[in-house]
């Protein structure tokens, strides 16, 4: 007699669909102009209707702000600029009673400047035990740094500890701004350290961690000079000595065990920008659940090159076994309505891409305002706060502007909650309103209510095994630049990236972006999930 196998459940994330808050600029509940974390509690019945099952939100712990967020000073807190640590307990409590799970920021490979640990270092001096957290390392000389290592906001990734010191001619490492210098995770101090970062979030009951710069965090043996001098910009990768070192697997080994002993079990997402087939590493069955698939993040309206990334994504999950996670939009890159062509045509570009990601399998992640059809703002150059503009000329203010609730332009077309309000830490462009909440809540063809009807298939598909996440998919391209991804012999996701409609392969449409035409034909800019004959 054969014994039948009896496969596992599969795991809530395997096709989650996440909804990422930037919470400085989703919802102001004290007026002060910056996003907090009353206004997202006021705000989460909004996510919830959406139809998602859980959010991840970028940093609100302790910040000198230099990076919004992404400079901590104390990775166990809430800066008051955000509210208090009983807003978040009260947060996570509404969170979990609307069905959705709670993804925080951690940011393991750099710290902010203030950090205590930071502080102690620079106060111990030269050869001290305390500058083994960091990377702190004599100059050439007082001028000349130890390599030609520079960093991803431009300019070197090394400043002196003590610049005014005839002594002290250490310089310490950071890859971003000099107010982030990056930890040593050749200190076994340091991987002690975020064991009780992990856990006391954990502890509390947040549902996982999306690791910010999760490749880099181990530099090479000897800090040597990188072999080009374009610097460490586009993801680290253009210098191999500072990104995808061996050693920086035992780290997420280390963390899976510690998240399993957990029940339920927590997520660990990881950004991790590298080729598709490196990338798959660091979610092997011992490591990460989930890393972004950052070589889609950055296609533009493209067929073949849509096709060639979704076929390398997908042979790169038969070789590591986790699916990919799709993400079209983040904090970080231009909204996709920009990278689509702008105008009318990017906007209707971006709504069918938003319906492909949604049919993909496996994990979808949506960046706030995507849901609106948010186009990318020109924020003027005197309101941009953008460390990145300021030294390398890169400018990713203009996809975090404070979203519109509603129409009416007071209170920030209703980002403040308060019932006054100081200007938002952004620039609001007029005619913003149009965009609105409440405007397209009203609208049955809006992006916005396009987006519940996707999710809301989306959970009753999933369900179903001919829509399972282990289905993967095969990407072609065929006449008329129509790009198919056949998720399985029942399924698939057509999107229309030629000039002239395009007919479909035999099926029943379930979903299309925009109606199909009087004849069934796929309109240009148009997507559909279609169950085959």
Known sequence: MVEETVLAPAAWWESAAIYQVYPR?????????????????????????????GIWMTPFQPSPQVDQGYDVSDYCCVDPLFGTMEQFDALLELAHSLGLRVLLDVVPNHCSSEHP???????????????????????????????NWQSVFGGRAWSRANPSSETDLDWYLHLFSAGQPDWNWRN?????YFDGVLRFWFDKGVD????????????????????????????????????????VHEVYRRWRTLAEQYEP???????????????????????????????FVKLGWDPEAWAAVGNELEAARQLHGATPTWALENHDIVRSVKRFGGGNVGALRARAALVALLGLPGPAYIYQGQELGLPEVDVPLAARVDPMWARGGVCRDGARIPLPWTEDPALSHG?????????????????????????????????LNLTKAALTLRRKLWSDEAFTAD???????????????????????AVAMGSEPVKLPAGTVLLSAIPLDEDGWLQPNNAAWVLQD
Not at 475 to 491: H, Q
């Open 265 to 295: 079990h927590r997520l660990l997402v990881g950004e991790v920008n590298l080729e598709p087939a490196r990338a798959a590493r660091f979610t092997r069955s011992d490591q990460m659940q989930q890393a972004f698939a950052f070589a």
């Open 415 to 447: 980002f403040s909650l308060a019932g006054t309000a100081d200007e938002p830490w952004l620039p609001v462009p007029a005619g913003w309103g149009r965009h609105a909440v409440e405007l397209q809540e009203q609208d049955s063809e809006s992006v």
């Open 25 to 53: 600029s989703f919802a102001d509940g004290d007026g002060d102009g910056v996003g907090d974390l009353a206004g997202l509690n006021a705000r989460l019945p909004y996510i919830a209707a959406l139809g998602v099952d």
């Open 208 to 247: 996982g961690l999306r690791i910010d710069v999760a490749h880099a965090l181990f530099k090479a043996e000897g800090l040597p000079d990188s072999p080009s001098e374009g610097g460490v910009v586009d993801g680290l990768r253009s210098n191999p000595q500072v990104s995808d070192q061996e050693e």
């Open 117 to 147: 640990l930071f502080q102690a270092a620079l106060a111990a001096g030269p050869g001290a035990p305390e500058r083994d957290m960091f990377h702190f390392v004599e100059g050439i000389d007082a001028d000349t740094p130890p390599n």
């Open 471 to 493: 289905d993967g998919g095969t990407w072609r391209v065929e006449a008329g630049n129509l790009l198919i991804c056949e998720r399985s012999a029942d399924f698939f996701v």
């Open 188 to 192: 076994p101090a340091v991987g002690d």
